[in-house]
């Protein structure tokens, strides 16, 4: 039974996971909608053109469908032309989505259950992955009512994802456990030593949703603190529409721990993972955040905002971090100085964070998969 994988583009984040499917026999063909992020593009979240910095083209069976219009990705972008060739052919047996609320793969389930083939959906959405409002909420409770009857099985990548679909009506039995997961071993380290100054890192595009703005308040909080301006660095790596704020209020407030990188690649960010003590994701929406579970397999210990979707999972408060209260500074600068006045403990939070991140992995995908069909 030929499993077909329909993603918009080639993403860093499913190669990697669809390469080991392949190795593990999974009959598995991947359908991109268009070739952004395969060569060099421009992002307009890091307000930049970047390269991704790996090979997203080889080690599996992948074909491009047809599409009008431009070569982009968003609520309506790419627009696809294709719906039956390349598809939906007779050894095709799942069709594999990546997104609910999609117009493109809202019309494949409709034509999947014509045909009477299987349907799988992973997707991101949990309650915090976004505000909404009341109308929203009751709109969602209805909408997964009536989906329901075209999908076959819930690929969870967490356990609020998991939460969510039961919350809304979805029977547990159909729901089985494929968890948002990173190539551990690409960003191994088994270096764990402290730095003699404690280093912090913030890896993420420069945007409001992202937090960067309350860690920069947390760190003016912090500065006033006996020698804590000396003992800490702070490395800050992204673009984006904030940039030019962050770094006015850096010099504004003469804060001199702070160091400011452009958009890093894989292999870039996987060396500045090796180096840091404290990875800090303060994010307000994040519906996962993957820079987690690579920071975790880096061995670094985690401060994250309690609206991050991979924080019930992977952050377990005094064991390889904490979270805080999302969108308050005054907390994040309470969990950032635990960790600076109880030095001892970051050595022991990197080896909890591999102990964790050591279970998620591709071999979970596989048999979380693998019972789904």
């Known amino acids: 039974m030929k499993i077909k994988y329909i993603l918009t583009h080639p993403i860093h984040y499913q190669v990697p996971l669809i390469k080991f499917l392949k190795k593990k026999k999974m009959n598995i063909q991947v359908n991109y909608r268009c070739d952004l992020m395969s ?22 069976e992948y074909k491009f469908l047809n599409y009008i219009g431009p070569n982009k990705v968003s609520s309506l972008y790419p627009i ?33 259950k014509i045909l009477k083939k299987k349907v799988f959906i ?7 992955s976004k505000e909404r409002n009341i109308l929203n909420r009751i709109f969602n409770k209805f909408f997964y009512i009536f989906i329901d009857k075209f999908i076959d099985v819930y690929l969870a990548i967490g356990s609020q994802n998991k939460k969510y679909y039961i919350d809304h009506g979805i029977n547990k039995r159909k729901i089985t456990n494929v968890p948002y997961v990173v190539n551990n071993n690409f960003f191994s380290n088994k270096n764990l030593k402290v730095n003699k100054k404690i280093n912090y890192l ?20 912090l500065n006033f603190k006996k020698n804590f301006t000396n003992s800490t660095n702070f490395h800050i790596v992204g673009d984006g529409d904030m940039e030019k704020n962050l770094k006015r209020f850096k010099r504004k407030e003469k804060i001199k721990n702070i160091k400011f990188s452009s958009f890093k690649n894989q292999n870039e960010l996987k060396k500045i993972y090796k180096f840091s003590d404290v990875f800090i994701i303060p994010s307000t929406i994040e519906p996962w955040g993957l820079t987690v579970n690579e920071a975790m397999a880096a061995g670094t210990a985690i401060i994250s905002s309690n609206k991050v979707g991979s924080s019930f999972d992977l952050v377990k408060n005094n064991v390889n971090g904490y979270r805080f209260k999302s969108g308050d500074p005054k907390d994040l600068s309470k969990k950032i100085y635990y960790i600076f006045k109880n030095r001892k403990k970051i050595k022991q939070f990197k080896k909890n964070s591999l102990k964790i991140i050591s279970e998620w992995d591709f071999e979970k995908c596989y048999l979380g998969l693998k019972k789904s069909i």
């Open 39 to 60: 060569k060099k593009y421009y992002d307009p979240g890091f307000k930049k053109k970047i390269n991704i910095g790996i090979n997203l083209l080889n080690g599996y």
């Open 80 to 112: 696809t032309t294709d719906f039956f060739v390349n598809i939906f052919e007779k050894d095709t047996g799942i069709i594999w989505l990546h997104g609910i609320k999609n117009w493109y793969n809202l019309c494949l389930m409709l034509i999947a």
């Open 122 to 128: 992973r997707d991101e959405v949990f309650h915090e």
């Open 202 to 221: 913030f890896v993420a595009k420069l945007q409001k949703k992202k937090g960067a703005d309350l860690l920069l308040q947390a760190i003016k909080l």
